[in-house]
Nanobody
Framework: QVQLVESGGGLVQPGGSLRLSCAAS????????MSWYRQRPGKQRENVAD????????SYSSSVKGRFNVSRDNVQNTLSLQMNNLKPEDTAVYYC???????WGRGTQVTVSS
C-alpha cells in the first residue's frame, strides 16, 4: 500500500525557513521520480519542484527557484523540501507526489505570516 506522509509544516515569519519531509512506503521509492506541489488558498494545486529518481535533475517553479531546494534519500525513502526566504505568498498546503501517478500525501500546512 502506497503511503506518502508529509511533515515539517508550521507557522514561520517572512524571511524564515522550513524543511518539509515526506516519508514514503509501499513502493520502490528509488525507482520513481518525485514532486512537491502546493495549494494556496483559493488557488488550484500547482507544481513546486521535481526531482528525478537518481537526483541528477531537479526543476522548480519560477516562483520558488533560488529559494527552495528539493532533495531525496533513497536509503531512508524520504523526500525533502528546504524552503528559505519564505514569503507570505508561500502560504499553502504542501503535498508530496509520485510524479505521473495518482498518489498524493495528505499535505502539510505552511503559513508565512508576521
Amino acid at each position: 500500500q502506497v503511503q506518502l506522509v508529509e511533515s515539517g509544516g508550521g507557522l514561520v515569519q517572512p524571511g524564515g525557513s522550513l524543511r518539509l519531509s515526506c516519508a514514503a512506503s509501499g513502493f520502490h521509492f528509488a525507482s520513481l521520480d518525485m514532486s512537491w506541489y502546493r495549494q494556496r488558498p483559493g488557488k488550484q494545486r500547482e507544481n513546486v519542484a521535481d526531482i528525478t529518481r537518481d537526483s541528477r535533475s531537479k526543476s522548480y517553479s519560477s516562483s520558488v527557484k533560488g529559494r527552495f531546494n528539493v532533495s531525496r534519500d533513497n536509503v531512508q525513502n524520504t523526500l525533502s523540501l528546504q524552503m528559505n526566504n519564505l514569503k507570505p505568498e508561500d502560504t499553502a498546503v504542501y503535498y508530496c507526489h509520485i510524479s505521473g501517478t495518482d498518489y498524493w500525501g495528505r499535505g502539510t500546512q505552511v503559513t508565512v505570516s508576521s
